[in-house]
């Protein structure tokens, strides 16, 4: 079924991002059951349900064009939200090789790539882009070849390099993350990275994800969703633009939660790289306001029971302390046991 790209839509400003109805259909709600903790919740990246976000390994939905102009605008003012190391160079052009592959083969309404040897010609209906450049030549592209391709995808994607029986992110474009910065993790191992997240190391969740992901192998990619909540529906929640959202929770009210307060869920995808062996890590980001969620009204009854019964410390970690029991209350209309009390 081919996609259909809204007009452009806006991350921060007037927050003028909604979901149309199918969009809803299609979002990753990620709780199977009533309650939450850690696990690890990785599958094989199989092909699932022709239209839903597993269809394909790269998703594109209806909010590309905005989601690429707002990738535009972050980089525009922060350059660095794009980084390479050196080595890791092999690893840019194994992404742009894998994006293209999968975008020309799985959108060919809206995405072209033919190749000549190291000739290749790369079309992007929807930008109005078309491009030829020599496979392995930066100086081909208008930019370096991680931005090039990443400029041109939806979601964030970190570069990991493996040695040392670990993976580190030496590599990524990074402009819609939850809470967090490429440039601070630049570096930094599985384990370094992880170091924050309450309660997992306890129970070896990390300790077990890496063992596994350190197996992946070329064309058995996985993928797991991760979650947490946004306060309006803002794309760039890094640590750099703290200054610039932070305040947000605490404008949070019973008049406003259900059009403020959004669902974030991150479809994070996990392929080998087959040239450079490196890891890629995408990190595919959907939003969804509560008002939008509650159309299907079981999720809004599992989502207040997971919220009601959430430890305090991954509430702290997921930055909902301050408004979690608004968006209780007002989820709780939609719990059966909550009305029949």
């Not at 890791?88 to 020309?104: G, I, N, R």
């Not at 929807?126 to 041109?152: K, M, N, V």
């Not at 809004?300 to 930055?319: Q, S």
Request: glycine share 4%; proline share 8%.
């Amino acid at each position: 079924m081919p996609v259909t790209f809204k007009p452009l839509e806006s991350y921060r400003d007037d927050f003028s991002y909604r979901n149309s109805a199918q969009a809803i259909r299609r979002f990753p709600f990620p709780f199977p059951e009533d309650s939450y903790m850690y696990s690890v919740n990785i599958e094989p990246a199989t092909p699932r349900e022709p239209g839903s976000i597993f269809a394909h390994w790269f998703d594109i939905d209806e909010h590309y064009l905005s989601e690429m102009a707002e990738r535009g605008i972050v980089l525009e003012k922060d350059p660095e939200r794009c980084l390479v190391m050196p080595h890791m160079a092999p690893a840019a052009w194994d992404t742009l090789e894998m994006l293209m592959e999968h975008l020309a083969a799985d959108y060919p309404e809206h995405f072209e790539l033919q190749r000549d040897g190291d000739q290749w010609r790369w079309v992007n209906r929807p930008l109005g882009i078309e491009q030829r450049f020599t496979f392995g030549d930066p100086a081909s592209l208008p930019c370096e070849p991680l931005e090039y391709i990443t400029r041109q995808a939806q979601g964030d994607f970190a570069l990991l390099d493996q040695r040392d029986g670990n993976l580190f992110m030496d590599a990524g474009m990074v402009t819609c993350p939850a809470d967090w910065s490429i440039k601070f993790d630049a570096g930094m191992s599985f384990t370094q990275w992880h170091a924050p997240v309450p309660m997992a190391h306890q129970l070896g969740v990390f300790e077990r994800a890496l063992k596994y992901l350190l197996n992946i192998q070329v064309d058995h990619p996985v993928r797991r969703l991760n979650w947490t909540m946004t306060v309006n529906p803002r794309m760039d929640t890094s640590s750099e633009t703290f200054h610039e959202w932070g305040h947000e929770r605490s404008q949070v009210t019973a008049a406003n939660v259900a059009r403020m307060v959004h669902l974030r869920v991150e479809l994070q995808f996990m392929p080998r790289l087959p040239r450079s062996n490196a890891l890629l890590f995408g990190i595919r980001t959907y939003l969804i306001s509560l008002e939008e969620l509650a159309s299907n009204p079981a999720w809004a009854c599992r989502l207040h029971r997971v919220l009601r019964d959430l430890p305090d410390a991954i509430t702290d970690y997921k930055g909902l302390t301050l408004y979690r029991q608004t968006v209780v209350d007002w989820l709780s209309q939609y719990d059966p046991e909550v009305v029949a009390a």
